[in-house]
């Protein structure tokens, strides 16, 4: 089970941090990541990290602005989301990908479990 939490309402330029905590075993060949969900579109590919190494992917309009992290105590990853632009806005979702493999990261299709998602507004 994985519950999101952090998302608000934020002007342009601002930060928020999102947090999800996943209940149940993650091994170190699973990664976490996040994707987003706008009205209208699909869903879209944010972060992912590699449970077991750290290893971090992002999709290229975050890369420099969100960063994504975990903690292994807390079985919880992050994502810090810094310079928040309107375009940022959507519903974003954690999910759990078992045994990921590098070239399937980014596809929704790959990931296992997904949490409920939280809402992020950006206003300009």
């Known amino acids: 089970q994985l519950q999101a939490s952090g998302g608000g309402l934020v002007q342009a330029g601002g930060s928020l941090r999102l947090s999800c905590a996943a209940s149940?075993?993650?091994?170190?060949?699973?990664?976490m990541g996040w994707f987003r969900q706008a009205p209208g579109k699909e869903r879209e590919f944010v972060a992912a990290?590699?449970?077991?190494?750290?290893?971090?992917y992002y999709t290229d309009s975050v890369k420099g602005r969100f960063t994504i992290s975990r903690d292994k105590n807390k079985s919880t990853v992050y994502l810090q989301m810094n310079s928040l632009k309107p375009e940022d806005s959507a519903v974003y979702y954690c999910?759990?990908?078992?045994?990921?493999?590098?070239?399937?990261?980014?596809?929704?299709?790959?990931?296992?479990?997904w949490g409920q998602g939280t809402q992020v507004t950006v206003s300009s």
């Open positions: 990290v590699r449970w077991g190494s750290g290893h971090t």
């Open positions: 999910a759990v990908n078992r045994g990921s493999i590098i070239s399937t990261i980014g596809s929704v299709a790959s990931y296992d479990y």
């Open positions: 149940g075993r993650t091994v170190s060949n699973d990664a």
